[in-house]
T-cell receptor, first 114, second 112 residues
Framework: DTEVTQTPKHLVMGMTNKKSLKCEQHMGHRAMYWYKQKAKKPPELMFVYSYEKLSINESVPSRFSPECPNSSLLNLHLHALQPEDSALYLC?????????????FGPGTRLTVL | AQSVTQLGSHVSVSEGALVLLRCNYSSSVPPYLFWYVQYPNQGLQLLLKYTTGATLVKGINGFEAEFKKSETSFHLTKPSAHMSDAAEYFCAVNTGGFKTIFGAGTRLFVKA
């Protein structure tokens, strides 16, 4: 099973809402990533978790709060977002054997902030 | 610092024609290089990667790329384009660590 799943597929939220994005993988990967992708742009790294510990935070605003409750799950909690945060949010995972191992991407959550 | 430049934001080819997508990288240490494809409203899928060893790398769907250190290039080719190849293609570089740098992307159009 080389699949990364993400829910929901689409999300529309107001600027005062609190919502969460969920990512799951069952490949035994110990590194998990959140990326943000704006239209016609490459993915931008937001966070990396390694062995359930936050390894990289690319100076992401605090209105985005990641969580890795176990080795298979990765959440992104959203609060007080701005319209410019509308984007495709991609989750990915990779093994910890080597940092250049293949990243497996989920299909993404299309987020619209009104 | 590492960086990736993809030459041409859009490339258009006829079905059956050669596909050539260009990628140049900048890195002070030996790089690991990747090509990903993204279909509309989907995540990224790895086409191929270069780590060490043979410089001609074969990937899925008939794509291949050649690592040329002297030219700092990693161009992606496919001998004969198919309509299903129409997508966005990203070249990426990693020099160690969890951070992979993606190029700006090249949109491939395939004409019937």
């Amino acid at each position: 099973d080389t699949e990364v799943t993400q829910t929901p597929k689409h999300l529309v939220m107001g600027m005062t809402n609190k919502k969460s994005l969920k990512c799951e993988q069952h490949m035994g990967h110990r590194a998990m990533y959140w990326y943000k992708q704006k239209a016609k742009k490459p993915p931008e790294l937001m966070f990396v978790y390694s062995y359930e510990k936050l390894s990289i935070n690319e100076s992401v605003p605090s209105r985005f709060s990641p969580e890795c409750p176990n080795s298979s799950l990765l959440n992104l909690h959203l609060h007080a977002l701005q319209p410019e945060d509308s984007a495709l949010y991609l989750c990915a995972s990779s093994t910890e054997r080597s940092t250049h191992d293949t990243q497996y991407f989920g299909p993404g959550t299309r987020l619209t902030v009104l | 610092a590492q960086s990736v430049t993809q030459l041409g934001s859009h490339v258009s080819v006829s079905e059956g024609a050669l596909v050539l997508l260009r990628c140049n990288y900048s890195s002070s240490v030996p790089p690991y290089l990747f090509w990903y494809v993204q279909y509309p409203n989907q995540g990224l899928q790895l086409l191929l990667k270069y780590t060490t060893g043979a410089t001609l790398v074969k990937g899925i769907n008939g794509f291949e790329a050649e690592f040329k250190k002297s030219e700092t290039s990693f161009h992606l080719t496919k001998p004969s384009a198919h309509m299903s190849d129409a997508a966005e293609y990203f070249c990426a570089v990693n020099t160690g660590g969890f951070k992979t740098i993606f190029g700006a992307g090249t949109r491939l159009f395939v004409k019937a």
